[in-house]
């Protein structure tokens, strides 16, 4: 039976994480598009499908020996994989806010250089470097909520949801090469981030809690609170909580305050104004402009 949390989950993952790198590609397709070069957007396909491919396998693969692993390195390297996770959706968030004013233009000026030194397979190289970032984090992350999933048999949710949620990405990225302006990108990022925030910190309590079963934390240990009478963890809408955000009716004092700590300081962070974020620069090429010039929103500007 499929997990429903497990699968909004991934497909909230796949979907944000599979738009960031649709973006990259819509840019630099469009940017082609524009400078008389669009017989060379196949050569930028081609590295980006090599990139998703080689994510892929890295996931898969690390996912498996994870569970061909004995107890209790097998929770131990879960724990390991959820920390991580965590710790890599929250510098993305974070990352992607601060750079994404500047990326088209860079973007640009490296497509320019790709196309005098590099030619076919330098565009080839160019994509595959730029997908392939976004590609391992999102193969990490979704490794992280099919690990958390386990116990409840959501796995395959996680993955089924990944999927969807990158095939959507590949139509939004579609949308915006061809010149959509009904979807508000700006939008988009902001809640696919809030949910992220909470994704991430359901991965990063339930770390915790691995970490604490196995008696690697000792400390505050010991149950904060039951709403198992009210809210349990085991059915209904508390095993959707539980799946995508971690939820516990029975959490240790530990696992609930390293959550709400990571929730309340993270959200808090991403939300609030940068006014330190750079003005993007005009393009190498003149009158490169942005994407928004060739008549399509600049999608770089969308995350921040």
Do not use: C
């Not at 524009?34 to 892929?56: C, K, W």
């Not at 690697?216 to 809210?231: G, K, R, S, W």
Request: proline fraction near 3%.
């Amino acid at each position: 039976m499929l997990d429903p949390g497990a699968f909004f989950g991934g497909f909230v993952t796949g979907l944000r994480e599979g738009v960031e790198a649709a973006l990259i590609v819509a840019i630099i397709a469009g940017y082609l598009a524009r400078t008389g070069e669009a017989r060379r957007i196949p050569t930028v396909l081609l590295g980006a499908a090599t990139a998703v491919g080689v994510s892929i396998a890295v996931g898969a693969g690390i996912f498996v020996f994870v569970g061909e692993l004995e107890e209790p390195y097998e929770q131990m390297l879960e724990a390991a994989t959820m920390l991580l996770a965590a710790g890599i959706v929250t510098w993305m968030l974070f990352w992607m806010k601060r750079q994404s004013r500047g990326m088209a233009s860079d973007l640009h000026a490296r497509v320019d250089r790709a196309l005098d030194h590099g030619g076919m397979w330098g565009l080839t190289f160019l994509a595959f470097t730029a997908v392939i970032r976004e590609g391992i984090e999102t193969a990490i992350f979704l490794i992280g909520q099919a690990s958390a999933a386990r116990d409840t048999g959501g796995a395959g949710g996680v993955v089924l949801g990944a999927l969807l949620g990158l095939g959507a990405a590949v139509g939004i990225g579609y949308a915006v090469y061809a010149g959509s302006r009904r979807i508000d990108l700006r939008l988009f990022f902001r809640i696919s981030g809030v949910l992220l925030i909470f994704i991430a910190a359901g991965l990063l309590s339930r770390a915790v809690h691995e970490l604490a079963e196995i008696g690697v934390i000792t400390v505050a240990t010991q149950q904060a609170f039951d709403l198992t009478a009210v809210l349990p963890h085991n059915e209904g809408v508390g095993m959707f909580l539980r799946a995508m955000f971690g939820y516990s009716a029975t959490p240790e004092l530990v696992t609930f305050a390293v959550w709400i700590t990571y929730v309340v300081v993270v959200l808090w962070l991403y939300l609030k104004p940068d006014r330190r974020l750079p003005v993007a620069a005009p393009s190498a090429a003149a009158g490169a402009g942005s994407v928004a010039d060739a008549g399509t929103p600049d999608p770089a500007t969308a995350a921040s």
